[in-house]
């Protein structure tokens, strides 16, 4: 019965994970999301009884920090300025992602799921990005936000999917390396990656995507010194040309953004100095040292009347940094323990990477270009929130879980001898 339940958990796992990134189906996804919390929870239950396998921890740094913020951000129910909508945030962003964390640690826990799960990720992109790339080419063009919650969202999407392209590299069980086959999936894939980006005509997408990049070649070079030492070139090769297409589709954007906003002549370091979320970071900072250590109430927009008001641009609705943000919610201590889980996070999957294990090292590496991309990707704006904060929820719960059982496999062959 529970290995029945773990298939139809995968079935409505993979489901929610394709229908998270599409704005325009939300009574499908409910009910993939409903059905795959309800067998994940299931799962949970027959282990903690006894009549199934149990489900390992992922230990106590990680859950109690995401504990920790997310019961802070229900007391800030107390304060918050704006009551009711605070409560309808915390139903979105708390008790569904710990919904989300649940259902995916669980469903990601061994390696034929973990695997059906990265598949499915990679299938909806590429499908997503296909679409995309075909919009742009009609008439009307593409609309980000027609299927997604815009440019900034989709941008932080594929940030978010961009190191399990690594998976292609890598063998089984943790990859699908086998030879030129996947090698050309990769950079098919990658190919549609920054094509999509680029139709974003979204700046920080490219410094995101190049601190993803670059975090998993500095881990991989110091996790397998010895593989670097033997070929440099062919290790700092294909690292060096990513990089360097990143930087010119920056400037490239940076460019097209200058022509298209700003009086002629301009360059693109003026488009910067010039940004209108500078005002806005002001201005924020501001409101947050009239409350600086309980902050307004949990939600990302919870003054957005005020920021609007005050700087003219209907845009500006809310801090447009995930750090300040934070702040302005929830004060320091909300903010200390935003810190504190991305931390715990971190932490883990350094543990991960430090392992013997090469699968595990491997997950490791994922999971920490996973936090290095999507934390860039925030600094100039707050996509913690929605789909992205879902994609990154079940990302790194997926990854756990997956970690977490091939660390305890490791653990029992060293008790057994």
């Given amino acids: 019965m529970t290995d029945r339940m773990r298939q139809w958990l995968l079935v409505a796992a993979s489901a929610y994970l394709v229908l998270v990134t599409i704005d325009a189906v939300t009574v499908l996804r409910s009910i993939a999301f409903g059905a795959a919390a309800l067998f994940a929870l299931g799962v949970l239950a027959a282990g903690a009884a006894g009549r199934a396998a149990h489900v390992p921890t992922p230990g106590r740094a990680v859950p109690l920090a995401i504990a920790v913020w997310m019961a802070w951000g229900v007391a800030s129910l107390a304060w918050s300025v704006h009551p009711d909508f605070t409560a309808g945030e915390l139903r979105r962003e708390v008790a569904w992602s710990l919904l989300t964390i649940v259902t995916f640690y669980v469903a990601g826990a061994d390696a034929h799921s973990f695997r059906t799960l990265v598949v499915v990720a990679l299938a909806t992109f590429a499908v997503a990005a296909l679409l995309a790339l075909g919009c742009a080419l009609t008439p009307d063009g593409w609309d980000p936000g027609r299927w997604h919650a815009g440019a900034g969202a989709y941008s932080t999407y594929l940030v978010l999917i961009a190191p399990l392209l690594l998976t292609l590299l890598a063998p089984a069980p943790a990859g699908f390396a086998n030879g030129w086959r996947s090698r050309i999936a990769g950079l098919v894939l990658f190919a549609l990656l920054l094509a ?30 010895a593989t670097l030492v033997r070929a440099p070139l062919r290790w700092l090769g294909p690292l060096v040309a990513v990089l360097f297409v990143l930087a010119a589709l920056f400037v490239d954007v940076a460019r097209e953004r200058a022509i298209l906003n700003f009086p002629p002549h301009t360059s693109v370091g003026e488009t910067l100095s010039h940004d209108p979320r500078l005002a806005l970071w002001d201005y924020t900072a501001e409101r947050i040292g009239e409350r600086p250590l309980a902050g307004y109430g949990f939600g990302k927009s919870i003054l957005q009347t005020d920021l609007r008001a005050a700087l003219h641009d209907p845009l500006l609705s809310h801090a447009h940094n995930v750090f300040m943000s934070q702040w302005l919610q929830l004060g320091a201590a909300g903010l200390a323990a935003f810190v504190a889980m991305l931390a715990a996070l971190a932490w883990r999957f350094a543990r991960f990477l430090r392992s013997a294990d090469d699968r595990l090292a491997f997950i490791g590496l994922i999971g920490l270009s996973v936090l290095a991309g999507f934390v860039l990707k925030n600094l100039t704006d707050d996509f913690f929130i929605r789909s992205n904060a879902k994609e990154f929820w079940a990302l790194c719960a997926m990854l756990l879980g997956f970690g977490v059982r091939i660390e305890g496999e490791g653990a029992a062959k060293l008790a057994s001898r």
């Fill in 196 to 225: 999509t980006a680029r139709l974003t005509e979204n700046r920080m997408v490219w410094v995101a995507l190049a601190a993803v990049f670059a975090t998993a070649s500095a881990l991989a070079a110091l996790r397998w010194r």
